[in-house]
């Protein structure tokens, strides 16, 4: 079974000229091991602070530069999770601008992790959807669906419409810390949740004002 592996992540402060955003993300991703010539595609979503036209990564790169509207940060995680799945991809970043720092995470397949010596942490072993009428029978229903072992965990929520159940399923508990509109700077909080102990599951879930929400399981990497 093919496993999408989150190996890295974190955040910088944005540069004030946008001109700077491709540069900034690849010396990022070269602090933490990552050659240019290793990744198969970037996806970065705007809507941080800074004015300017969208950045313009170089002619090499696979990069595609988004609109941040609701819920297609989470939406561009579940994809890149497939193209890694499927073997289009092997490694994908993904950056997300929130305020004035920009939150970046990459992905790989286990045949990458092995070939370029990368250490994971965690597999982003489930994706499915919510139904916006009853929330907690959702989130009951997907982790049965997905047979997961544990059914207890970490859940953090990209949720500024106060959606999300007070009462979550049994054995779940709220990441601690602040909150975020942003999937991809939670997603990479609840990774460094699961890395120091705090848990073996995590659960990501993004719900927009209306309609069906997202929710990625995350477990600890355990190869």
Same mark, same amino acid.
């Given at each position: 079974m093919r496993q999408v592996l989150w190996f890295a992540g974190g955040h910088f402060p944005l540069p004030e000229d946008r001109r700077q955003f491709p540069e900034a993300t690849l010396d990022w991703a070269r602090e933490h091991g990552i050659q240019t010539n290793w990744i198969d595609e970037i996806n970065w979503l705007t809507g941080g602070n800074r004015s300017g036209p969208a950045p313009r990564w170089p002619a090499r790169l696979s990069a595609f530069t988004w609109a941040d509207i609701s819920l297609l940060d989470h939406a561009l995680l579940h994809a890149a999770s497939h193209a890694i799945l499927s073997g289009e991809r092997n490694l994908v970043l993904l950056g997300e601008e929130e305020e004035d720092d920009a939150h970046v995470l990459?992905?790989?397949?286990?045949?990458?992790?092995?070939? &370029?010596?990368? /250490?994971?942490? %965690?597999?982003? +072993?489930?994706?499915?959807? $919510?139904? @916006?009428?009853?929330?907690?029978?959702?989130?009951?229903?997907?982790?049965?669906?997905?047979?997961?072992?544990?059914?207890?965990?970490?859940?953090?929520?990209?949720?500024?419409?106060?959606?999300?159940p007070v009462d979550l399923p049994g054995g779940w508990r709220w990441l601690e810390g602040e909150t975020s509109g942003c999937a991809?700077?939670?997603?990479?909080? &609840?990774?460094? /949740?699961?890395? %120091?102990?705090? +848990?073996?599951?995590?659960? $990501?879930? @993004?719900l927009p004002a209306q309609g069906p929400g997202m929710a990625t399981v995350l477990e600890r990497w355990q190869p």
């Open positions: 990459a992905l790989c397949s286990e045949k990458a992790a092995a070939s &370029l010596s990368l /250490a994971p942490v %965690a597999a982003l +072993s489930a994706r499915f959807s $919510l139904a @916006s009428d009853d929330l907690t029978a959702g989130l009951v229903s997907g982790l049965r669906e997905m047979t997961l072992e544990q059914t207890s965990g970490l859940l953090a929520a990209c949720d500024d419409s106060g959606r999300m991809v700077g939670l997603c990479n909080r &609840l990774v460094e /949740a699961l890395r %120091a102990g705090a +848990s073996d599951t995590g659960l $990501l879930v @993004s």
